[in-house]
């Protein structure tokens, strides 16, 4: 993961994740969960003090992403920085990938698969609502005729 470059009242700071730790100037280590840390929608979210300011890391277990962000702008890539929020319709695109568990083992990797794209798509506010809404239809109909091709193909 490339590290995060930001600089705090003209003191330069790099910030790495290795693992669950964070590594301040390649010369400090702080554990995660020794930070403190809260829910914020499908976020944990841990206060990183950093000189005079508090910088917070976004992480989000289900699709893995990793945010640091300070004042309300991406460390990463200077662009204001939101949480995203999965909207109340996305629950049924989820709902709709639970089907899949009666597939079996393959079934259920479709289900995960399908769910966590599910998240990443309903969450992207870089496309409108209605390419979202498109996209994961899209996502369910494709799992749906992968997970029939291949119980067709098994069963022949």
Known sequence: ??????TIDEK?????????????????????????????????????????????????????????AMDGVDCA???PYTV???????????????????????????AIAGMSMTISISC???FSLLTRIFLNIAVVVMFFLMLLGIALSISS
């Open 84 to 110: 995203p929020i999965l909207p109340k319709w996305a629950y049924l695109f989820m709902i709709l990938h639970c089907f899949y568990f009666t597939g079996g083992v393959i079934g259920a990797l479709f």
């Open 12 to 68: 330069p700071y790099q910030i790495k994740m290795k693992g669950a730790s964070l590594i301040i100037n390649e010369t400090e280590q702080r554990k995660l969960k020794q930070l403190l840390s809260h829910k914020e929608g499908m976020f944990k979210v841990y206060d990183v003090p950093l000189g005079s300011k508090t910088a917070k890391l976004y992480v989000n277990s289900w699709v893995g992403g990793v945010t640091l």
């Open 77 to 79: 890539t200077g662009a």
């Open 124 to 126: 992207c506010s870089r």
């Open 1 to 6: 993961m490339k590290p995060w470059n930001i």
